[in-house]
């Protein structure tokens, strides 16, 4: 099975700024379209962030347009969402996705969970006032 490995748990204030990875197991990363989503307490589970195999498409959710970025390190088998300015509303366990093969990038495809394939365990990130 192919393995999804995140970073551990992240507790800072509002404002700052963090660094999510994950770490894909195996020889197909280059292949997978991945993907961030999140999901606070009592909510759905929620598209944050895509990225194309190559790196040079991505998409993000409106809610962190211009804070988050998504990147990949295809020779590390790694992904990872730098995350800036947050804020309280961004408390909430992240996952890492696998889209595999990757699929058409289209906004309506990539921002449905159903579409990927593999899942990290999740981190949980913490935002303070």
């Known amino acids: 099975q192919v393995q999804l490995v995140e970073s551990g748990e992240e507790l800072v204030q509002a404002g700052g700024s963090l660094r999510l990875s994950c770490e894909v197991s195996g020889r197909a990363f280059s292949r997978y379209a991945m993907g961030w989503f999140r999901q606070a307490p009592g909510k759905e589970r929620e598209f944050v962030a895509r990225i194309s195999t190559s790196g040079a498409i991505t998409s993000y959710a409106d809610s962190v347009k211009g804070r988050f970025t998504i990147s990949r390190d295809n020779a590390k088998n790694a992904l990872y969402l730098q995350m800036n300015s947050l804020k309280v509303e961004d408390t909430a366990v992240y996952y890492c996705?696998?889209?595999?093969?990757?699929?058409?990038?289209?906004?309506?495809?990539?921002?449905?969970?159903?579409?990927?394939?593999?899942w990290g365990q999740g981190t949980q990130v913490t935002v303070s006032s």
């Open positions: 996705a696998a889209d595999d093969p990757a699929g058409d990038p289209a906004l309506a495809r990539v921002r449905d969970a159903r579409v990927y394939d593999y």
